[in-house]
Nanobody, 123 residues
């Protein structure tokens, strides 16, 4: 059974940093494109960042460009989201997602999803 397990969320003051990790039990992790999404009770789930299987093509939401960095370690079956200069509006549940088709990840309809990790940024 495929599992994506997020970790690294928590509480941080504005301007601080967190690094999220998503460990995947996918047998061929290196062939999957990965993404990070976030959702609040008031907003629909939105793409934060996505990375191709090779790490060679990356998309970011405009709201996080220059502050967040997505990366992956195929040897560890793990994708990361380094979040710097956090703002209160970054508060959300963050989810990772995986699919073999990049546009499916970017479009928010990936086949595999984690259960999420809460990030809270206080002002």
């Amino acid at each position: 059974q495929v599992q994506l397990v997020e970790s690294g969320g928590g509480w941080v003051q504005a301007g601080g940093s967190l690094r999220l990790s998503c460990a995947a039990s996918l047998r061929t992790f290196s062939s999957y494109h990965m993404g990070w999404f976030r959702q609040t009770p008031a907003q629909e789930r939105e793409l934060v960042a996505a990375i191709r299987w090779s790490g060679g093509s990356i998309d970011y939401a405009d709201s996080v460009k220059g502050r967040f960095t997505i990366s992956r370690d195929n040897a560890k079956n793990t994708v990361y989201l380094q979040m710097n200069s956090l703002k209160p509006e970054d508060t959300a549940v963050y989810y990772c997602a995986a699919d073999s088709v990049f546009r499916t990840v970017v479009g928010g309809t990936a086949h595999y999803w984690g259960r999420g990790t809460q990030v809270t940024v206080s002002s």
